[in-house]
């Protein structure tokens, strides 16, 4: 059985009629108009959505709860092959992204690394599965976003005494951050680039060991039907990232990484096919 068969099965997901998807396609036409004009990749919201988290942490005695990111409880549908699903309960979102992010993360080699770089690392919410993967190798969780770096100072206690936070910015021409010999990690975070491939290109520069993106591969979206369609035309129109999979096959093909790995994950949220994956070695 595969990933997607398993997760239908497992959390009881309910097919959606057809009168429910017209909805959801509804929804879709108007983010689609809503985001013409919201193109702007502004740091205010990151903070504001993670300085929310952040509070949580502290408040809460179940910190674990708290780093789930918001986007992860906003809608109980969901997409499975290309066709949309119910959970019963909103909570088993974040339980089944859990389980693909940590489906994905097994697929790495088992080799030892220096360090372990996860870039807009967010509420950090992946810090967990990372670390029980790698538990004796230093993980450094980054962003732009000085609550995501709070938060991850505050996990150095509260998870383990190997994790810690430093800035990252994909646009910046220098990051203080040394990536050479590191396995780094993307989770939805390289979708905020858009086209701009120099952010890979400084981060290949820096010469990691190995790279893993999880992402949402607009070249790999679904085309036959009208959702999918739909869903494309959103990502496009929320410059989202585009051109990766041509990247890195042209510096494959000039010798400057490998590609070990890639694949899609055909689970989506109700607006995103977010569970593309690649992993990549540099050549030096
Ligand atoms: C959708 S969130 C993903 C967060 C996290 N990786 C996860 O899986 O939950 C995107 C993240 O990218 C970060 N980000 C956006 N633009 C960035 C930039 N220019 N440099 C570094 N991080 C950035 C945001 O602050 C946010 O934390």
């Given amino acids: 059985m595969g990933l997607e068969e398993e997760l239908i099965d497992r959390y009881k997901?309910?097919?959606?009629?057809?009168?429910?998807?017209?909805?959801?396609?509804l929804n879709l036409k108007n983010l689609i108009k809503k985001f013409t004009t919201t193109k702007s990749r502004s740091i205010q919201k990151w903070e504001?959505?993670?300085?929310?988290?952040?509070?949580?942490?502290?408040?809460?005695?179940?910190?674990e709860n708290a780093l789930i990111p918001k986007y992860l409880t906003k809608s109980k549908n969901l997409r499975v092959n290309g066709k949309y699903y119910r959970v019963e309960q909103i909570s088993d979102i974040p339980l089944i992204h859990h389980q693909i992010i940590d489906s994905l993360l097994r697929k790495l080699p088992k080799v030892d690394f220096e360090k372990i770089i996860e870039l807009g690392a967010g509420s950090c919410n992946n810090a967990k599965l990372i670390n029980n993967l790698f538990p004796n190798t230093p993980l450094l969780l980054t962003d732009w976003s000085n609550e995501s770096i709070s938060i991850a100072k505050h996990l150095t206690t509260l998870l383990s005494n190997k994790i810690s936070g430093a800035f990252y910015d994909f646009f910046a021409l220098e990051?203080?951050?040394?990536?050479?010999?590191?396995?780094?990690?993307?989770?939805?975070?390289?979708?905020?680039?858009?086209?701009d491939m120099t952010v890979l290109e400084r981060i290949l520069a820096k010469r990691p060991k190995l790279v893993l993106n999880i992402e949402p591969i607009v070249e790999d979206y679904e085309t036959s039907s009208e959702a999918g369609t739909l869903l494309i035309k959103l990502h496009n129109q929320r410059d989202y990232f585009t051109g990766f999979p041509s990247w890195l096959r042209d510096n494959e093909k000039k010798g400057k990484l490998r590609i070990l790995q890639s694949g899609k994950v055909k689970i989506g949220t109700e607006i995103s096919e977010p569970y593309s994956f690649y992993i990549w070695e540099p050549i030096y």
């Fill in 48 to 63: 504001i959505g993670w300085k929310e988290n952040l509070i949580e942490i502290l408040n809460s005695k179940d910190f």
């Fill in 13 to 25: 997901l309910v097919r959606l009629t057809t009168d429910e998807v017209s909805i959801i396609e």
């Fill in 175 to 195: 990051n203080k951050v040394d990536l050479f010999n590191c396995l780094v990690i993307t989770v939805h975070s390289l979708e905020q680039i858009g086209s």
